[in-house]
């Protein structure tokens, strides 16, 4: 049996372009250099992470069972983290902040009264019809 190849992130960082292009995703090192032109994402997604962790990356975007199974047969070995690793700031974030509720005003206090008031209307309109 084959003896696991063990990356660390100097050389997994040396694995970063289209020909020579690996991703550490949850510990695992895979070998995407012949993927690349498959990727349904398109290739500016793979080299953007290219030689990389890029667990949160794929995480975020969701993928499929089938994503995950082709995936398997691009494993080259294990990412062993010796903390050196910089994280890369994202361009955006993927998750909307949160809007803050409106402050309560006279003129909220009014549209809900008239629309009460619109709404027992109808309501009286109704029985006595």
Sequence with gaps: MAEIKTFTHADLAS?????????????????????IDEHPGGEEVLLDEAGRDA???FEDVGHSEEARD?????????YKTDGSEKTKPKAHSSTPKPIPAAEP?????????????????????????
């Design 105 to 129: 005003t006279e003129s909220s206090s009014i549209q809900y009264v008239l629309a009460l008031a619109v709404v027992a209307g109808c309501v009286i309109w109704k029985v006595l019809s």
């Design 15 to 35: 694995h970063n372009t289209k020909d020579n292009l690996y991703l550490a995703i949850h510990g695992k090192v895979y070998d995407c250099s012949g993927f």
């Design 55 to 57: 667990t949160e990356s």
């Design 70 to 78: 082709i995936m398997s047969k691009l494993y080259v070995g294990e």
